[in-house]
């Protein structure tokens, strides 16, 4: 990893503990913030390097079981209050030909070819993204599109994307650079349009958290163990999951074929209401 980036990271989380901490202490409820230091809290943070960041919880509520599920190296998960904060340095934690050949994650490519790969590495994003959802958020009204950029955050660390490549610009065209996880760099970060087989391939493991905060899941649906068949525009569905035991509304990546061989992430609208990936 990139030792700036590292040290970015290393401070926002920081300062999301520090804030996280200030937020506790400075509300209504004073036993609350004697609970919190005489927990583990406040010596963690004072001993905490960063580099070890994985998913806090410093709130008084509890964080859905999913979000432990999320990379510990490049995601970072804090609650607070009703809302979760997610931050990633946009690093997935799998091979791809996406990384630059010094990179040990670093592999040739196998569906797209040297030839046909976008521009860019991996390793030359330098930022973040942050999200922040309700813990339990509920769907809206009506349904929202998405947008060009990041739409979700994936538990490997790096985004989601829709199925268009530019305005109004299916993904058709650039499909050829999408390596065997279905995700390429640029015009940012590297980001999945496809079904990221390194993490999910045809079952019904989680594969991220959409920008209104629903979880996508794989093709498959832990409630039946098969393709959901009650799935509404946007492969949604109400059931429960292997990390929910009372049924809630979360996301599938359908299971219908994209040319040929692939499925796409999130065609669909939000029907929740999303929040700014920035
Ligand atoms: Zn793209
Ligand atoms: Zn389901």
């Not at 196998?110 to 976008?118: I, P």
């Not at 349904?143 to 058709?172: F, H, M, R, W």
């Not at 509304?249 to 929040?275: K, M, R, V």
Request: aromatic fraction near 10%; charge should be negative; hydrophobic fraction near 30%.
């Amino acid at each position: 990893m990139n030792p700036s980036n590292l040290s970015s990271l290393t401070l926002a989380i920081t300062l999301a503990l520090t804030l996280g901490l200030t937020g506790c202490g400075g509300s209504e409820d004073s036993t609350d913030v004697t609970d919190a230091t005489s927990s583990t809290s406040s010596t963690d943070t004072s001993t905490d390097t960063g580099t070890d960041t994985g998913t806090e919880d410093l709130g008084s509520g509890i964080l859905h079981t999913a979000y432990y599920e999320f990379d510990d190296n490049n995601v970072n998960v804090v609650l607070s209050g009703t809302k979760v904060v997610i931050e990633t340095n946009g690093m997935p934690n799998h091979t791809s030909p996406y990384w630059s050949a010094s990179n040990e994650l670093h592999v040739e490519p196998t569906v797209t070819s040297y030839a046909k790969m976008a521009p860019g590495y991996i390793d030359d994003f330098v930022g973040t993204y942050t999200l922040t959802v309700d813990n339990s958020p509920s769907q809206a009204t009506s349904a929202s599109a998405t947008g060009l950029g990041a739409i979700g955050i994936a538990v490997s660390g790096a985004v989601i994307y829709n199925d268009e490549e530019g305005p109004g610009i299916p993904l058709d065209g650039a499909a050829g650079s999408l390596d065997f996880n279905g995700a390429h760099t640029g015009p940012q970060s590297y980001h999945y349009h496809l079904e990221p087989i390194s993490f999910s391939e045809d079952d019904s493991n989680l594969v991220g958290v959409i920008a209104d905060g629903f979880f996508l899941y794989g093709r498959k649906c832990n409630s039946t163990g098969t393709y959901p068949t009650d799935l509404d525009a946007s492969g949604g569905h109400t059931s429960i999951t292997q990390f929910a035991q009372d049924a809630e509304y979360h996301y599938h990546i359908q299971n219908e074929l994209y040319l040929g061989s692939y499925y796409i992430l999130f065609p669909g609208d939000y029907q929740g209401t999303a929040s700014a990936i920035r």
